[in-house]
């Protein structure tokens, strides 16, 4: 696949639902793609190091590579009601963290941007210490008691009941509340350097293989599930019904106005460097 392009993105059922028609060459015109398979805090890093073409990342990374990338309008993961969630073993409040040690996947992560905004609102003098440990360790450690407090994301608010946990917050839901914005996860990022008519057609393609997807979901069904692994499929398809949603297709104003919302506030409380005016300009 010496033509291909090189593309990095996590094997959670939203994303292989999305890319399944491209990655399988089914979507007409579209450059050939050459898939790596990675979690988020992995494809946050190749970004921040330029290794691939396009990738999958957190839009919290986005100040850190906008000059070698730029963000494509379609095919990455906002929405409403689906932000990630505080869990504790026994309840509890806000108040409660404070000094506490909190679980996170990945400190340039979305959801710690969103956490990060939350705890300065909500946790008087701040939480204690912050563990990053891969996304399926975190609920499994608080459970145990290792941490207080677990920070977790994706499939997780499907299932944190069967760890016996509790959700202390919803980050997604404080977001919603204070910006009336939907909640942008993850981005999906394009070189610069492939140039303008090149990022179109990523842009084009990117934004039919998820109206393939919409228009057949069967045909996705074994790629989604065999890289879901564990996941059960009624899990798998409450995910992607959550996450594959109308800013996949297109960005839109509101779209826009999220991403732009979270990287300010968060540049506002010195947790990400400031973005310039045309930061987010396509192509």
Excluded at 156 to 172: I, K, N, S
Aim: glycine share 10%; net charge negative; aromatic share 8%.
């Amino acid at each position: 696949m010496s033509n291909a392009l090189r593309i990095a993105y996590s094997p959670c059922p939203n994303d292989t639902f999305v890319f399944h028609a491209w990655a399988h060459g089914l979507v007409p015109g579209a450059p050939a793609l050459d898939v790596t398979f990675a979690d988020i805090d992995i494809t946050n890093g190749m970004a921040e190091r330029g290794e691939l073409e396009i990738l999958k990342v957190s839009y919290a990374v986005l100040p850190w590579v906008l000059d070698e990338y730029t963000l494509l309008p379609c095919g990455g993961a906002l929405g409403r009601g689906c932000g990630p969630l505080v869990l504790t073993r026994d309840g509890g409040t806000a108040a409660g963290l404070a000094g506490r040690t909190v679980a996170v996947p990945s400190e340039r992560s979305t959801a710690y941007l969103l956490f990060r905004l939350w705890a300065a609102a909500e946790v008087p003098g701040g939480v204690g210490a912050v563990e990053i440990m891969p996304f399926h360790e975190i609920m499994p450690a608080v459970r145990d008691g290792r941490v207080d407090a677990g920070l977790v994301i994706h499939e997780a608010r499907f299932t944190y009941q069967e760890y016996g946990l509790t959700c202390l917050a919803d980050m997604g839901e404080h977001w919603e509340q204070t910006t009336g914005l939907p909640i942008p996860l993850g981005a999906i990022i394009a070189k610069r350097s492939l140039g303008e008519p090149v990022l179109r057609r990523l842009a084009d393609a990117a934004r039919a293989s998820v109206r393939m997807a919409w228009d057949d979901p069967a045909a996705s069904r074994e790629y989604v599930l065999t890289h879901a692994q564990e996941m059960n499929p009624a899990v798998a398809d409450q995910h992607i019904g959550l996450y594959v949603n109308e800013f996949t297709d297109a960005l839109g104003e509101d779209g826009y106005a999220a991403v732009r919302g979270l990287l300010t506030r968060a540049a506002a409380e010195g947790l990400v460097p400031p973005l310039g005016p045309d930061a987010l300009n396509f192509p």
